[in-house]
């Protein structure tokens, strides 16, 4: 059993997206999707702050270069503010099932993304796995009447389009992170910085509006307050801890394959919460989408 701690750690993290997926969805649809995303960060830099102080000794990373900061804030900027606001919407208009689906497409936005900027080449077999994922999740998100969630036309795909730039956004932020951490900083240290910086602009820019009490509300309500709790212990703590666990653990590309399954083990709690139809259609779409994400990373 010790041998597959690794791989133990990563099917964990899977289920906790799963559980952070259906947490975020019933939420956002009571109260909106910007006090959702505003709510969870709150409760993740709590959660993220306590655990640093008990692993490293800190509240807070010290002693931590600007340079650092720069990258990492950006990074959290780009992928917790900007990317996770897009797709806590697209759990609204889409519901949970395509919008997890979606992010399968973020390894291989960001396999793109080293390929244009940084230089890092792509194989034949990378190149056709890119093509199955994106064709498995086109083929899923094509079947718009299979889909519970009563929008119309404009607002499904609006819901699509959200998606897309919550795995951009989140892309964008892994790329972004990897020069915050050069050097083997600390990924818990990294991770509580970006949460940091997200949660700072995030409740900066509400306070502003003078929007603030309208979240703290919603947190401490009984309508919402609940399921934002559960997805953010499930997701941004217990998630991204378990995911540290599984990288140090095993190969990453077996941690990051695994990681990806939460799609597969949505169908179920989909058809069941939300009444979303699960057709035979959205099951080999996801399957193929899925077997993309885990041939690139495998190869």
Known sequence: MENYLGEIAALGTSVCWT??????????????????????LLLAVLFLSVTHFLVLGGWLPDQVDLYRWFWLGLSGIIGLVLGDG??????????ALRS??????????STLMAWL???ETL???????????????AWVVSEREANGVRVDRRGYWLGVLAGLGGAFGQALGLVTSKKGMVGGFAPLSATLIRMAVAMAVIWGYALLQGKAGRTLSALTGRQAGPAILGGAIAGPF????????????????????????APIFLLVPSHWIF????????????????GGVALIFLW
């Not at 997890?100 to 936005?109: K, S, T």
């Open 117 to 119: 900027f940084l230089g």
């Open 19 to 40: 559980f952070t997926s259906i947490f975020f969805t019933l939420s956002g649809r009571r109260v909106g999707s910007v006090i959702v995303n505003q709510a969870r």
């Open 100 to 109: 997890v689906l979606l992010m399968a497409l973020v390894p291989i936005i």
């Open 275 to 290: 009444k979303e139809q699960i057709s035979l259609q959205t099951v080999v779409g996801t399957l193929v989408a899925i």
């Open 86 to 95: 897009f797709l806590f919407q697209a759990f609204v208009l889409i519901g």
């Open 238 to 261: 217990l998630g991204v801890w378990l995911s540290l666990v599984a990288v140090s653990l095993t190969q990453v590309g077996i941690a990051a394959t695994l990681m990806a399954l």
């Open 123 to 137: 194989s034949a077999v990378e190149i056709f796995a890119i093509g199955l994922t994106v064709g498995g999740v």
